[in-house]
């Protein structure tokens, strides 16, 4: 929240309207577009095109929570989710690391977590055909469902799965 309030004040709004505050505080994806804040390099530098793009994206946010598109969300998403997308039927982790998984018990453990908790929800073969039909977001919002049970409940500390 202390990032959004700091963009906020950098792109010379005087106060966040109560309506985004209140979708902040209440939708459960909104706020996951602002975690392109995480990425300073891009969205605070005046020359860089993308980071103009997100800067736009954002304040329009701010503005108009309303206007939230499956692409903001998308970009969102994916900088929060990071590298964790990877352990995902279909995921470039599952083939990279399936050899070191079988002698990593750090790997192994967060594959064998994720298999579990996709399973337990009846998701295996769901978040293998959403990777494979292309469809972005929904197959985020999966991801974050796994990614939540597994720090909520499971005790993962979400770093570990980030990296």
Known sequence: MRAVVLFARYMGMRSIPEKTMDRLRHDPYFRY??????MHG?????D???GKEFREGMLRLL???DSMTDKDLYLGLQQYLNNFIGYLPGGYRVGMFKEIAETSARFKRIFKAVDGVLEEKGLTEK???LRAEGKKVEF???AL???NVLVERDGFD???LWT
């Open 42 to 46: 891009t969205v605070y530098d005046k």
């Open 33 to 38: 577009c602002f975690y392109l804040l995480n």
């Open 145 to 147: 469902n796994i990614f």
């Open 158 to 160: 979400p770093r570990e």
């Open 63 to 65: 503005c108009d929570p």
């Open 48 to 50: 860089s095109r993308i």
């Open 140 to 142: 985020l919002k999966l």
């Open 127 to 129: 978040a293998a055909v």
